[in-house]
């Protein structure tokens, strides 16, 4: 019994100082004589993302708290087909809100990519949880329960659809309506492998 405590306490002193990220995986993005390479991890509560293009840091973004949330989704795309890749990680969130973050980067650097509605604002219609997200047809797919199902040929949940657009302020996922068709089709951007590699023990 003495043992087995003396190794928990150890576990718990290795993974408040180890420093080891709690997940970390690589990502690359190729287009048009382009090469990015993006490093993710979680460590003390924070998702942070970096990025190399051509081999030469140019930052990322850092620092997200993570705290009471479950990663779930990675994924790189060009959703607006101008040769620049996006990151965007999706994650459990007991709440309404967008469970997105996500950059955009250039050659030289990258910035933030914001979320309609991710500062608040109503509810999605008859909302009841259990979001998933997917990326078709160059569109972010968020799918939730419905609390009562309004259509009886239906599968019981709702959808809410998300364009990368640019504006003066810079990107942003502007909520679209979903096409109701890709909407509910909720493919994996994790397989079953990699959504427990993030979970794995930490051995430092």
Known sequence: MLKLMFVIAGCAVAL??????????????????????????????????????????????????????????IAVKDLNDDGYPEVYA??????????INAITCIESACS???IQGAAGGPDPENYCGEDSYSIENNLVFRKYRLCKKADPVGDGF????????????????????APLRAAHK??????????????ESIDC
């Open 186 to 199: 909720g493919a994996r951007l994790f397989t079953p492998d990699q959504e427990e590699k993030i979970y």
């Open 90 to 99: 999706f994650y459990g969130l007991p709440s309404s809100l967008p469970s």
């Open 16 to 73: 408040a100082g180890c420093g080891k990220p709690l997940f970390q995986t690589d990502l690359s993005f190729a287009k048009n004589g382009k090469k990015y390479d993006f490093s993710v991890s979680i460590a003390k509560e924070k998702l942070y993302i970096y990025c190399k293009y051509n081999g030469a840091d140019i930052g990322g973004g850092s620092g997200w708290n993570m705290e009471g949330k479950r990663l779930t989704h």
């Open 158 to 177: 709702g959808s809410i659809a998300y364009k990368l657009k640019h504006n003066s302020f810079g990107y942003i996922l502007n909520l679209v309506e």
């Open 112 to 114: 933030q990519i914001a």
